[in-house]
């Protein structure tokens, strides 16, 4: 009785947190992302006030939270959408993966750290994050701006990569052999290839069999389907938030509409809590030694990403008004990114990632809004003189 008490007390105290972190942000006009992790570093080993029986707890809410925001990052895209993207947008989405990849992958290297690492780091130096980015643009009003399809097709090629490179990572983290591996990756490419045929094909079946005229029903649907689907992803070795994005993927039109809105709270609560798990694990000790590592790396990932916004935008014909605000809203780094450095801290690539890539996603998810807003004016200036 004792210990529940404790588990209880300890969940109402970081929930109302992260409610009182969240208000913060949106009074200060940031993401919360930096919040949660700083909440997490100062109650987790090496914090301020570390944690005593929710650990646990918090661990397998973070695994649903990773599921729950791949989910809702599916649905926002349907099969086709991602096929025209992917053919229309291949070059700049290539431009993309190795101009923003390659900073973390040679840091890792130069750093000693091994290629399993320098793999990690790639993937946590080049994935935008999706949600600070779509938040950034409905703010500012660029939803309806030329240069948003360039950068929404962007993040969908960014997603598609991901869903081939995380299976790759987990069996590089999980140390199988060159073969094992070449099986990983096939079992993850087919299984992705089955999921789009089907949902290109069958979409319409399944999107039967959730539809719900009562709100809690589809709710129940979606989520308990996404969970069984990742359950089974990660029996065959497929990451489980891959699999969850499938089935965001599968479902499509009204009813994607409807099981986002419906999600929203229940993804933000888990995300939220994925978030903290991430700094619990992180000593905030082991920050500061690669604190200046953390700012060079954010440092050069806003150039890149700044001319891979640049370079796609000038592609599709768009001014350099519009080249800009198409960089810089790819600047935020957030999900994907503590997922995969989560992945790496959990298989022990290197005990330096973990922190490095805190502080990175830090810099990035806090001054990527703000510079939005700071140059806003500055941009707004070369449009009216171009």
């Keep these: 009785m004792h210990h529940t008490a404790i588990l209880i007390l300890e969940l109402g105290a970081i929930i109302l947190g992260l409610g009182v972190l969240g208000a913060l942000?949106?009074?200060v006009g940031i993401s919360p992302i930096p919040l949660y992790l700083v909440a997490g570093l100062a109650f987790g080993q090496g914090g301020i006030l570390p944690l005593a029986t929710s650990g646990e707890f918090i661990a397998t809410g973070a695994e649903i939270g990773v599921i729950l925001l791949l989910l809702t990052l599916g649905l926002e895209y349907n099969a086709s959408e991602l096929v025209t993207s992917l053919r229309s947008n291949a070059r700049a989405g290539l431009a993309d993966l190795v101009l923003n990849a390659a900073p973390g992958a040679i840091a890792a290297l130069l750093l000693g750290w091994g290629p399993v690492a320098a793999v990690a780091m790639a993937g946590v130096t080049y994935a935008t994050s999706s949600g600070i980015t779509a938040k950034v643009l409905s703010d500012?009003?660029?939803?309806?701006?030329?240069?948003?399809?360039?950068?929404?097709?962007?993040?969908?090629?960014?997603?598609?990569?991901?869903?081939?490179?995380?299976?790759?990572?987990?069996?590089?983290?999980?140390?199988?052999?060159?073969?094992?591996?070449?099986?990983?990756?096939g079992i993850a490419l087919a299984t992705v290839s089955v999921v789009l045929l089907i949902a290109l094909r069958f979409g319409r079946f399944i999107e039967k069999f959730v539809a719900s005229p009562s709100s809690e029903v589809l709710l129940l649907k979606v989520i308990g389907l996404a969970l069984l689907v990742a359950g089974v992803a990660t029996k065959l070795q497929v990451s489980a938030a891959v699999g969850a994005f499938l089935v965001g993927i599968a479902l499509s039109g009204e009813l994607a509409h409807e099981a986002r809105t419906l999600l929203a709270p229940v993804r933000d609560l888990f995300a939220a809590v994925f978030f903290v798990f991430f700094g619990l694990q992180t000593d905030p000790a082991a920050i500061l030694p690669v604190a200046g590592l953390a700012v060079l790396l954010a440092v050069v990932s806003m150039i890149t990403k700044l001319l891979t916004g640049a370079y796609a935008a000038r592609r599709a014909g768009i001014a350099k008004a519009g080249q800009a605000r198409a960089g810089i809203a790819l600047i935020p780094r957030g999900e994907f990114n503590i997922v995969i450095a989560g992945l790496a801290v959990a298989a022990g690539a290197h005990p330096d990632l973990g922190p490095l890539a805190a502080a990175y996603v830090l810099i990035l998810a806090a001054f990527g809004p703000l510079a939005a807003k700071l140059v806003q004016p500055l941009i707004t200036a070369i449009a009216r003189r171009t």
């Design 25 to 27: 942000a949106v009074r």
């Design 140 to 185: 500012l009003g660029w939803i309806g701006n030329r240069e948003t399809p360039v950068v929404l097709s962007l993040l969908v090629f960014e997603d598609l990569t991901m869903a081939l490179y995380l299976p790759i990572l987990t069996a590089m983290l999980a140390g199988v052999s060159f073969a094992g591996g070449a099986v990983t990756v």
